[in-house]
């Protein structure tokens, strides 16, 4: 069974930055896309991140050049950089992969840009 467990989330200032990590157990990451969505309140959960196992990164729109996934698979974790933190950027972060066919997700970490 696959677990995923978040952590680096906290409050900061707008214009700041957040290191978050994800580290994986019951599976091989190596052999996996990761995945990092977020979800605001009232909001539907969205894709963030994206890092194949050849290491090819995808971005949504919104984080374009502020940040940055990546991922050692000797620590069986994944990262999520973010710079130049948005108020708009709130939100639950979660990791996710896709094992056997069913998405698996962490219980998240919190978020929260603020003046």
């Known amino acids: 069974q696959v677990q995923l467990v978040e952590s680096g989330g906290g409050l900061v200032q707008p214009g700041g930055s957040l290191k978050l990590s994800c580290i994986a157990s019951?599976?091989?990451?190596?052999?996996?896309?990761m995945n990092w969505y977020r979800q605001a309140p009232g909001k539907q959960r969205e894709l963030v991140a994206s890092?194949?196992?050849?290491?090819?990164?995808n971005y949504a729109d919104f984080v374009k050049g502020r940040f940055t996934i990546s991922r050692d698979n000797a620590k069986s974790t994944v990262y999520l950089q973010m710079n130049t933190l948005k108020p708009e950027d709130t939100g639950r972060y979660y990791c996710?992969?896709?094992?056997?066919?069913?998405?698996?997700w962490g219980q998240g970490t919190q978020v929260t840009v603020s003046s």
């Open positions: 996710n992969t896709i094992q056997w066919g069913n998405p698996n």
């Open positions: 019951g599976t091989i990451i190596s052999f996996k896309t």
């Open positions: 890092i194949t196992s050849t290491g090819n990164t």
